[in-house]
């Protein structure tokens, strides 16, 4: 972290970093831009640790409302079935709409961080209205409460729908702050602290869960707490300044808004494989916690909450929070795309081993899941290098409303069709004949998603026209080498710990 600071303080003083050729023309740009507007040293490396603090507190928001506490609740308390689950699953992203909303107020008045304040904060304060469903509307035992669910769906819904609309300019605000040379480390550095803050906040919650057997009142506790953490969060952003920014040319219509990202080729491709891509994440990934928490007479895994919980977000969490500045690295060194072609691609493979689980290789669990922890980062920090830097400087805001609305319309039909699915194949699993004892209605479901995976990966991938020529190789290459020569600094650790 204090490398990092040092790096960034070094690039607004004397635009000394040499980032590769790829982006040179955008580092120098920023710098001059920095230096033009007023951003000094000392205030970015200020604003670099704010940022950090920030995401601490909202990692742990994240962890609280999208983890086991939500998934556990709706399961357990709620009794959703696969179909309703995956429509409030979709609540969220179902709010895509705001996006465009909150860049079109954004490129009409330059300003960003007096809508993000507001409107982030009340949004992530709207849990409180979840806390209250959980806390005074109780569901009888093994009755799905139709009312509590929909409610539960809309009070998600209007939270997405005001944190999409104050954090449409976000990106654009971010992208002024940090220099871009310096960008994928400092990012791959947030996100492993903020990966070791929702470790944290999913032990708590899942041991409190598993200890006081899903009672409403601690339902009610966790949501409250974590709206709370959600407005620390956006409140730490409060002390960063935000600089003079002019509109440029006439005020943007909503059509300009919708249309100016997709006349860009860039933006296109990578629109285009981000649609099919997270569809098949989305389809799968909310329906696992379901599979391993269902009981073996149903052909589920059997797990507890705190099982499920380490098993789908504690290891993998972990195993992101070691690597993530090594993506983020990768990501300045190579460019953007090798380092996607090669997580996408582990991350494909990855969901062989889903397709194949059974209670017989549970043991397998730990180390599939390290393995989708340890090279998943690679698309998340290819995500923020798009969102930071990636897209033209002219009408950012709304080319990352465009491309978060193309990720939240992915995720909706990627969770509603997965919702779907599993309900159909729990009905008709009899047209299978001759499957093996173990199959569930979710295999299906897991199969689809990879040869989804599979099918962005070979036919959309290749035509994504990002920044990089590197091969696949040379990055995992480079990864490993990484990995193996921080290996005995944790040993020296250890060692004196010891």
């Known amino acids: 972290m204090m490398s990092c600071a040092r ?18 023309q955008g580092t120098s740009t920023g710098v001059a831009r920095r230096r033009e507007r007023g951003y000094a040293p000392r205030e970015v490396r200020a604003a670099l640790w704010y940022i950090v603090i920030a995401w601490i507190f909202g990692a742990a928001f994240c962890s609280l409302t999208g983890g086991a506490p939500l998934y556990s609740f709706l399961k357990d308390s709620l009794h959703t079935d696969d179909f309703s689950f995956g429509l409030v699953m979709a609540a969220g992203p179902t709010a895509l709409l705001f996006f465009f909303l909150g860049s079109l107020v954004v490129e009409r008045t330059g300003r960003v961080k007096s809508q993000f304040l507001l409107f982030v904060t009340a949004g992530r304060f709207a849990w409180v ?5 959980a806390l005074w509307m109780p569901v009888r035992a093994h009755t799905s409460g139709h009312l509590q669910v929909l409610l539960v769906g809309v009070a998600i ?30 990012f791959g550095i947030r996100s492993q ?12 919650g899942s041991a409190l869960i598993d200890h006081f057997k899903q009672t409403p009142w601690l339902f009610a506790a966790l949501f409250a707490l974590a709206a709370i953490l959600g407005c620390l969060d956006i409140l730490h952003f409060m002390p960063i300044r935000e600089l003079p ?23 296109r491709s990578f629109a285009c494989y981000t649609t099919l891509a997270w569809i098949a994440y989305m389809m799968m990934s909310p329906f696992v ?13 059997g ?79 290819t995500s923020i290098y798009m969102q930071v830097k990636g897209f033209p400087a002219a009408r950012n805001s709304a080319y990352n409303a465009t491309f978060l609305a193309v990720n939240g319309f992915a995720s909706v039909v990627g969770m509603s069709l997965g919702g779907w699915y599993a309900s159909f194949w729990a009905h008709h699993m009899t047209l299978l004949a001759g499957l093996p004892i173990w199959v569930s209605h979710y295999h299906p479901v897991f199969l689809t998603s990879l040869v989804l995976r599979f099918a962005a990966f070979f036919f959309l991938l290749p035509r994504l026209q990002l920044p990089g020529t ?10 490993l080498r990484e990995s193996v020569s921080f290996l005995p600094h944790i040993v020296k650790r250890v060692k004196r710990k010891g």
Request: aromatic share 10%; charged share 10%.
């Open 470 to 479: 590197a091969r696949m190789s040379s990055v995992a290459g480079t990864m």
């Open 157 to 186: 819904f209007l939270s997405a729908s005001m944190q999409n609309f104050g954090g449409a300019g976000w990106p654009m605000w971010m992208s002024e702050v940090v220099p871009t040379s310096v960008a994928g480390k400092f």
């Open 129 to 133: 209205a979840v806390a209250a469903i």
């Open 303 to 381: 797990m507890s909450v705190s099982m499920m919980n380490l098993l789908l977000f504690i290891i993998p969490w972990v195993s992101m929070a070691l690597v993530s500045p090594w993506w983020g690295q990768a990501v300045d060194r190579f460019g953007p795309k090798p380092v996607l072609t090669l997580s996408a691609f582990c991350t494909a493979l990855s969901t062989v081993g889903w397709c194949v689980m059974q209670p017989a290789l549970r043991w397998t669990l730990p180390f599939l899941v390290a393995f989708v922890g340890f090279t998943w980062p690679g698309i998340d920090q």
């Open 245 to 267: 920014r002019q509109t440029v040319g006439d005020p943007p219509s909503p059509r300009d808004i919708l249309i100016t990202p997709w006349k860009n080729p860039l933006f």
């Open 7 to 24: 790096e960034i303080c070094a690039d607004n003083r004397m635009g000394s970093s040499t980032p590769p050729q790829h982006e040179q």
């Open 289 to 301: 916690s379901r599979y391993c928490l269902d009981a073996p007479r149903v052909r589920g895994l």
């Open 193 to 204: 602290i903020g990966l070791i803050s929702m470790v944290l906040a999913a032990l708590g």
